[in-house]
């Protein structure tokens, strides 16, 4: 008896069996992925621990058993042998997988720590082991396709395109290096009232390249952060608390002393003076039209616009009380020759001369 062979069809190497196998690689692994999605949504919520079981990462496994069964299945397709430039088709899969997993991972970790800390510092943590996270892996993955080796003499190559890129890649870098340094350095934090040239405000955000200051008349600034790590910083609440320092002009005829305790009493009655370190009020300067008083007191950091604001009110309406005179500026004039003022009389129409010499 006779016995005819049949054989399977071929298109591009591709065979009917190769297809089978790449279709139940897919649907094998997709409906594992499925029952496993599930299962981790259940048991969500019997758990306490829903900051790693919960529906996001339910999500993130039935991606990755999807993405297997893909790769799996181009495999058996005989797809992944095929070359593309300096590498193959199997590597550029692997490497693309690679770097999406990282990146889930690195988004679901970063999420997971502005969870469960909130606090100014830790937003910077995060960020800053999402971009290093991310970072890693790209060159990882570059290494999985096989082209990174290429990848250096391909810019070498590039001419001016990649000397172009190289000195804009340079600032991106410096500001990059710059917002580590600033973050082990600490010079300020989310929430702080600080003044960096002549931009003063509240820090808004700290990114990994540049950090935004809300200024008081409700405007954003954008500063790079290597800028900001190369200016002088002043941090206005770094400390808890911060000194008011006050200047006050008294007429010469007044009594100094008088409106030094004077003073002195208005401070110990507003309730946010602080008593250590104590309140001091002393004669600083004698000016052109007033007796110059440096008034120093300490106040928590938090409330200090609003009691020097409450301090120099205080002291204008205890100065009046006293009778203690605030003096406009005043300049005395000399002459070397005498001088004739001229008088208008209206009652008489009469002009009056009148010689002064001073």
């Known amino acids: 008896m006779n016995?005819?062979?049949?054989?399977?069809?071929?298109?591009?190497?591709?065979?009917?069996?190769?297809?089978?196998k790449a279709v139940l690689a897919v649907v094998i692994l997709t409906l594992i992925g499925e029952i496993a999605k599930k299962g981790i949504i259940r048991a969500s919520k019997e758990t306490d621990l829903t900051w790693i079981l919960n529906e996001?990462?339910?999500?993130?496994?039935?991606?990755l058993f999807?993405?297997?069964?893909?790769?799996?299945?181009?495999?058996?397709?005989?797809?992944?042998?095929?070359?593309?430039?300096?590498?193959?088709?199997?590597?550029?899969?692997?490497?693309v997988g690679f770097f999406y997993i990282s990146y889930l991972i690195a988004k679901k970790s970063k999420d997971y720590l502005l969870q469960t800390k909130r606090g100014p510092e830790d937003k910077i943590k995060?960020?800053?082991f999402y971009y290093t996270f991310i970072t890693l892996a790209f060159f990882l993955a570059l290494s999985f396709a096989g082209i990174i080796g290429e990848l250096g003499a391909l810019l070498a190559a590039a001419g001016i395109t990649g000397i172009v890129l190289g000195f804009s890649s340079r600032t991106v870098v410096s500001n990059f290096v710059s917002g580590i340094f600033m973050y082990f350095d600490k010079p300020l934090k989310i929430g702080d009232a600080v003044?960096?040239?002549?931009?003063?405000?509240?820090?808004?955000?700290?990114?990994?390249?540049?950090?935004?200051?809300?200024?008081?008349?409700?405007?954003l600034?954008?500063?790079?952060?290597?800028?900001?790590?190369?200016?002088?910083?002043v941090n206005l609440k770094r400390?808890?608390?911060?000194?008011?320092?006050?200047?006050?002009?008294?007429?010469?005829?007044?009594?100094?002393?008088?409106?030094?305790?004077?003073?002195?009493?208005?401070?110990?009655?507003?309730p946010l003076v602080l008593a250590e370190p104590e309140p001091k009020v002393y004669v600083e300067n004698l000016g052109d039209s007033a007796v110059i008083l440096r008034v120093w007191a300490w106040v928590p950091s938090e409330k200090w616009f609003d009691v020097r604001t409450e301090i120099v009110r205080k002291i204008k309406e205890t100065l009046d009380r006293?009778?203690?005179e605030i003096p406009f500026p005043q300049r005395v004039n000399w002459f070397a020759n005498e001088l004739t003022i001229r008088i208008d009389d209206d009652s008489s129409n009469k002009h009056n001369n009148v010689n002064y010499k001073t």
Request: net charge negative; hydrophobic share 45%; glycine share 10%.
């Open 126 to 128: 995060a960020k800053l």
């Open 195 to 219: 003044q960096v040239g002549n931009v003063q405000g509240v820090v808004e955000d700290i990114r990994i390249f540049s950090t935004r200051i809300r200024t008081w008349d409700g405007t």
């Open 3 to 20: 016995t005819t062979a049949i054989s399977l069809p071929m298109v591009s190497g591709i065979t009917l069996e190769g297809i089978l």
């Open 221 to 233: 600034v954008r500063i790079p952060n290597e800028a900001l790590f190369n200016s002088n910083i």
């Open 56 to 63: 996001d990462t339910a999500e993130l496994i039935f991606k």
């Open 322 to 324: 006293e009778g203690i």
């Open 239 to 270: 400390y808890p608390v911060r000194r008011v320092d006050v200047q006050v002009g008294i007429a010469y005829a007044e009594d100094a002393q008088r409106a030094i305790e004077a003073i002195e009493k208005t401070l110990d009655e507003i």
């Open 66 to 95: 999807v993405l297997g069964g893909v790769i799996g299945a181009l495999y058996s397709l005989g797809l992944m042998k095929y070359n593309v430039g300096p590498t193959t088709i199997g590597n550029l899969a692997f490497a």
